[in-house]
Structures are given as C-alpha cells and as structure tokens.
C-alpha cells in the first residue's frame, strides 16, 4: 500500500485513498503530511513530559503548530516542498526545546531526525495512520487527530487577528502526546475525544470573539451574485484579514473584488461594507472551481485550504496561495515581520485580464449570526409561539462532489413551508439560491455564517432553551442534519457532542474513520445516526 488516509468523507470507497487521494495529493505528498503529524507528536511528547509553560516558553511552538496542522487539512496544502520544508522547522523547534527542558528523552517521535526527502518519505512509511494495529484505537486517535486539525484552523484564524487561548495550545500538545500512548484505553479515548469537542468549542468562541471584535457583528445582508464589467480578484478561503489588506490594497485601482465559497459570509461583516469595490460573491461551493474559475477570467487567492487541482495551466498561473495553503507552481505569498501582505502582483495580473463571465443573477441573504438572530428574538419567539414556526432544522456544514449530496437540496425543497433551515459552512450551497420564502418576515434560510459559526447555530439554540425556560436543549424543536466532508467539520461534530447534543443524523456517509465498534459506541452514545431517504428522514424528523 503506498499510502493510506481516510480523514475526509469522499475518501475512496469510504474505506481509505491508498493509491491517490480523491483530493487529487499524490502518495509523496500524503506521506509527507503523515511525516509533519508525526513530527508535531514528538514536539508534544517534550511539551508535556516537561509540564511546559505554553505562555511563556513555547511562543514559535505553538503558532508553528497551528500553521502544521492546518497545512494537512484536505484540500489545503499540495506542496511537497512547502511540507517538507516544515518538517524540517518543526524538528528544529522540537530538538531546540529538548535541550532545553527533556535533555534524556528517548521516545522515537522526540528523537527521529531526516536528512533527505528520502529519508523522510521512509521514515513517514513507519509512522502513518496504519502503523496503529488496534483499529479501535486508530480510530479514535484519528479521529481526535482530525478534530486538532479542525481546532487549529480555526485558533490560526483568530490569532491571524491577535487573539489567542493559550488553553487550546496545552489541549493540542497534550492530546497529540496521548496518540502516542498505548496504556490508553478506548474508554481514555472516548473521553479524550469529548474533550476534543470542549476546546473545539473555545476555538470556535475565539474566532468568534476575534471576528466580531475587528470586523463588527454581522448584520443581515443581500449579497449581489451577478458581476460588473471590471477587472477583477477573486478571494476564497476563510480568513478575513486576507481579504481586508486584498481590499485595503485594491480600493481606488478599479479591480473589483469577489468572494467565492466559504468567503461568502465576509458581506455581512460592518468593516467591509465601506469598500465600494467588495461587489459581490462569484459561483458555489469549493468542488465547482473547476468550471467557475475558467469563466471568472481573473486571478484567484487561496486563503486557506478547499483548493481543487486546476485541470488547465492557464487557470494554475492565475491561482495564488496564502497562509497555510500551497500547490505546486503557484504564487505563495508570505507576510512581512509586521503582517503585511504584498498582493500588488495580484492586482497587476487582474488589471490585465477579461472582466469575469456573469453565470447568474440575483442575490442571496445571509448575515444571521447569533447576535443578529438574537435580535430578532421576539419575532422568532412569536411565530413559535403562534405554530407559525413549528420547528428548526440545523444543516450546518459541508458541501462535496457526490452526487448523493443531491439530498440536501431535496430535503430543503420539501420542507414544509413552516419550517427554518440554520445553516452555516459551504452546506448552504446546496439551497441557498433556492426560492424558499420567509415567515413573518423571518427567511426560511437563516445562514450564520462559515462552518466555525456553527458557534452561532449553538448560541441560537442556548437562547431559545434559555427563553422558553427548558432543562436540556434536546426539548427544542431543533433538528441536526448536518453534511460532513474535512476535519473542521469534525471539530464542529465533537463539539456538538460536548455540548451534550444527540440525536445528529450525519452525511452523506458516515466517516470511513469510525471503526466498526467506535461507531457503536457514538450510536448508543449519542444516538448518532447517518441519514436515509428523503421522505424516511421527513417523516422520522417531523413526527418528532
């Protein structure tokens, strides 16, 4: 087998890519994120065996982390040297903090050292997802390891802002440190993972907190789907301080600036609605660039990771990337030692080419984060109270390329019409253009946001619990039927399960990471259960 990984819900035949990834990395490349995983368990062995003060002795450490395991999220970095290039950076942190504080540590993960691409390509071949027998164990350390990579993507954000938990970074050292232990058992494991969720559930409120604090809260928002006649940048991804220096750096130029997936919910911020040249969103979810990026005719920044291997160099010389992402070939812009992102070749480039190709009209509405649902409170409280509202369906999460994914759009068409769809993530793709009314007002639709507002979903729930005067947010008429595809909507899961939430329905399939007896135990657990058809899974929420 020259590779194996099974951390995102299109692996091949729900079983594991053990030849190429579905995501499109090569067998190198897959080995190389297993390598820098492997790497960032040592460098959390010395972090915990020396009870070290993540605040003060660990500074580089901890956001070199982050950046790591961000880096091995699907579809975020295809760059083999970029990857091998930060496994050689965190050995060096790794071997600079045990001189200092673990200077007899012998564990192989502290103490392993490459020289070559060679040598790190045989080295990952021991240390992979597999080199775990027990397929209980494997199971759940994976799937604590891919709710770390969810966790830190969204800590890099909120510390691309300047905040930071240093309680999450401990978590992190001290659950990748526990993979490496064999006395644990499953039962350590199930509580482990569940602690997973906890500061998932911190991760989430920091980005929260850093979002609303630098860029307001979001308000409800029409968002413009059409396109105008000027040169033009697309951005996608997740992070906003990208996409505020990209607009900072095009106003005044005549180079409009458009959002695509999971940047879509940027609109509703306050601080972006200043820049007159912020003209709208362009195209779908992440799977659709293929098509959408040849018709958008201009250059395309990768924030973060959804990044699908462009099928024509003309689209590849237009694609830059950014932060925690790469792919071969491309641009990658690095900022300076004050932050300072240079996007002044992007913009040139945009000057030069077709304004984008119009692919539809219209607009759609999003801005429905917790602050501004909880503004709406009394509307909402009073057309449960009347029946108008008779229950919510939360369908937070991912979009991807299978065809069942159809499902989604299906089950939100035949809703009845006194129903509520919360939404947050790139899910929302699969009926947010669709005409779906409102009631009283209220649009049946209500997103909050990207996949980390989930936060929001869960705020949401907590205030209607707390007005109606119920003892457990399971008593709301609130349905979980939430799409899964990467690792941040692992981390979302956990911590919905933290959280104390059951009774979630996941899809389109459940994660091929969740072994035989792991999957059991979340069952009679948490009552976790993947969906059915449309019209058996209408009928079982509705009766309800």
């Known amino acids: 087998m020259s590779m194996f990984c099974y951390q995102c819900q299109e692996t091949a035949g729900g079983k594991g890519c053990t030849i190429r990834g579905v995501c499109g990395k090569s067998e190198e490349v897959a080995k190389l994120q297993d390598l820098l995983i492997y790497t960032l ?30 880096m091995t999220i699907t579809n975020a970095n295809f760059d083999d040297q970029a990857l091998e290039k930060q496994i050689l950076k965190m050995i060096s942190i790794r071997d600079e903090l045990k001189k200092k504080v673990l200077a007899n540590a012998t564990s192989d993960a502290i103490v392993f050292s490459v020289d070559s691409r060679k040598s790190m390509l045989e080295k990952a071949a021991t240390v992979g997802v597999l080199s775990t027998e027990n397929e209980d164990i494997r199971s759940l350390n994976e799937m604590i390891i891919y709710g770390l990579k969810g966790m830190a993507a969204y800590a890099e954000h909120a510390l691309n802002i300047g905040n930071e938990n240093f309680d999450i970074y401990a978590f992190i050292y001290e659950a990748l440190a526990a993979t490496l232990d064999d006395s644990l058992t499953v039962d350590d494991l199930v509580a482990l993972t569940l602690k997973t969720g906890e500061h998932g559930v911190k991760a989430m409120a920091l980005i929260d907190e850093a979002n609303t604090t630098r860029f307001g809260d979001p308000q409800m928002t029409e968002v413009n789907i059409g396109v105008r006649n000027n040169p033009a940048i697309m951005i996608t991804g997740h992070d906003f301080v990208d996409l505020y220096q990209l607009l900072e750096q095009t106003k005044g130029t005549g180079v409009d600036v458009y959002t695509h997936g999971e940047m879509l919910p940027a609109h509703s ?20 660039q293929l098509t959408e990026f040849e018709t958008f005719n201009g250059p395309v920044l990768f924030t973060t990771n959804c990044i699908v291997p462009p099928r024509n160099e003309e689209v590849r010389k237009r694609i830059y990337t950014t932060g925690s992402t790469g792919y071969p070939g491309c641009k990658h812009i690095d900022p300076d030692e004050n932050g300072h992102k240079d996007f002044s070749e992007i913009i040139a480039l ?14 759609i509405i999003g801005g429905f984060a917790h602050n501004q649902v909880i503004a709406l409170a009394d509307k909402i409280v009073s057309a449960i109270k009347s029946g108008a509202i008779k229950k919510f369906f939360v369908m937070a999460g991912c979009d991807g390329r299978m065809r069942s994914r159809k499902y989604y759009t299906e089950f939100a068409q035949k809703l009845p019409k006194d129903t509520v769809i919360l939404t947050a993530g790139c899910a929302k793709y699969r009926y947010n253009k669709l005409k779906l009314g ?28 707390e007005i109606f005067g119920l003892e457990n947010i399971n008593e709301l008429p609130i349905v979980f039927n939430i799409a899964w595809y990467e690792q941040k909507a692992v981390i979302v899961l956990l911590a919905l399960l933290y959280l104390g939430i059951k009774d979630i329905h996941l899809g389109p399939t459940l ?34």
């Not at 601080?271 to 992440?286: P, T």
């Not at 945009?350 to 607009?363: C, D, T």
């Open 350 to 363: 945009a000057k030069s080419l077709p304004a984008p190709e119009q692919i539809e009209s219209g607009s």
């Open 511 to 544: 994660p091929g990471f969740f072994s035989p007896n792991v999957a059991k135990i979340l069952i009679e657990k948490f009552n976790i259960a993947s969906i059915g058809t449309v019209e058996d899974d209408l009928k079982l929420f509705l009766n309800t």
């Open 41 to 70: 368990k040592g460098l959390a062995q010395v972090v915990v065996k020396a009870n070290v003060d993540v605040k003060e002795d660990v500074d580089e450490a901890n956001h070199e982390t982050l950046r790591s395991l961000f």
């Open 269 to 288: 911020y306050p601080a972006f609605k200043k820049y007159d040249n912020f003209v709208g969103n362009y195209g779908n979810a992440w799977w659709q």
């Open 438 to 465: 409102d009631i009283s007002g209220i649009p049946r639709v209500l997103d909050a946001g990207q996949c980390n507002d989930s936060y929001s979903l869960v705020l949401i729930a907590l205030k209607l619990k």
